[in-house]
């Protein structure tokens, strides 16, 4: 079993930054892929960035250039430095990873950007 669980969320001004983080516990040698997603209340989760345990990223279109996504295997921790936030950048911002057989989902960190 992993355990995943995301932190530094908060309020911001439009145009500021925040770095979150998802650290991962419990049984991770397994562990391949992680990802950022958010999601808005009333909106489907959304796919914000990913990362292989060998370090390649992707990001979606509108994160390319604002967000990076990082991850030390050593601390078992995976990051999102987000950059230039916008208001619609506002919603819970999970973090997932990908085992064997399944995936897994933290519980969420809130991210609000005040314009």
């Known amino acids: 079993q992993v355990q995943l669980v995301e932190s530094g969320g908060g309020l911001v001004q439009a145009g500021g930054s925040l770095s979150l983080s998802c650290s991962a516990s419990?049984?991770?040698?397994?562990?391949?892929?992680m990802s950022w997603f958010r999601q808005v209340p009333g909106k489907q989760r959304e796919w914000v960035a990913a990362?292989?345990?060998?370090?390649?990223?992707n990001y979606a279109d509108s994160m390319k250039g604002r967000f990076t996504i990082s991850r030390d295997n050593a601390k078992n921790t995976m990051y999102l430095q987000m950059n230039s936030l916008r208001p619609e950048d506002t919603a819970v911002y999970y973090c997932?990873?990908?085992?064997?057989?399944?995936?897994?989902w933290g519980q969420g960190t809130q991210v609000t950007v005040s314009s």
């Open positions: 419990g049984d991770i040698t397994r562990l391949s892929s």
């Open positions: 997932r990873a990908l085992g064997l057989n399944r995936d897994y």
């Open positions: 990362i292989t345990s060998s370090g390649t990223t």
